[in-house]
């Protein structure tokens, strides 16, 4: 991404991020998190990665609240960018945190022996018959 669609997508975060704690009332849509957002070259969409932290089970609820959201969420936002036009928001679920716990619950559960004592590497040997 280009500088620009750098701090714009950081700045839409953070507007969407606050407006989802202090302005939205839907009830569906407390405790969840703007985890990154990504720009098109043009700017002209938005595709924000959402979830709600510890709980998968609230996906098809919070993807209809952000739905019935948008339009206000798109207004605020475009009010508070100056942009010439407000970018169309594109809501995703983000599952990376769901991945990255499943596989850290598989690498937890590998039974791996512990490397058995080696001997002196060979280089070792040789700095001691130097001196």
Same mark, same amino acid.
């Given at each position: ?11 839409? $975060? @953070?507007? +969407? ?6 302005? #939205?009332?839907?009830? &569906?849509? $407390?405790?969840?998190? #703007?985890?990154? #957002?990504? +720009? ?5 969409? =938005? ?11 609230? !996906?098809? !609820?919070?993807? =209809?609240? +952000?739905?019935? =959201?948008?339009?206000? +969420? &798109?207004? !605020? #936002? ?5 942009? &010439? ?14 991945? @990255?716990? &499943?596989?850290? $619950? ?16 060979? !280089? ?8």
């Amino acid at each position: 991404m280009s500088i620009k669609q750098d701090r714009m997508s950081e700045r839409i $975060q @953070g507007i +969407l991020s606050e407006l989802l704690l202090r302005e #939205v009332s839907d009830p &569906r849509l $407390q405790h969840i998190t #703007v985890t990154e #957002v990504k +720009l098109d070259p043009e700017l002209m969409f =938005a595709t924000i990665y959402i979830n709600a932290l510890g709980d998968e089970s609230r !996906e098809p !609820e919070v993807m =209809a609240g +952000l739905q019935r =959201a948008k339009g206000f +969420l &798109r207004r !605020e #936002v475009g009010k508070r960018i100056r942009l &010439r036009n407000s970018p169309d928001l594109v809501f995703h679920w983000d599952k990376t945190l769901a991945r @990255g716990e &499943r596989m850290h $619950q598989i690498i937890s559960s590998l039974d791996i022996p512990a490397d058995p004592v080696k001997p002196a590497k060979a !280089e070792d040997q040789d700095d001691s018959e130097l001196e």
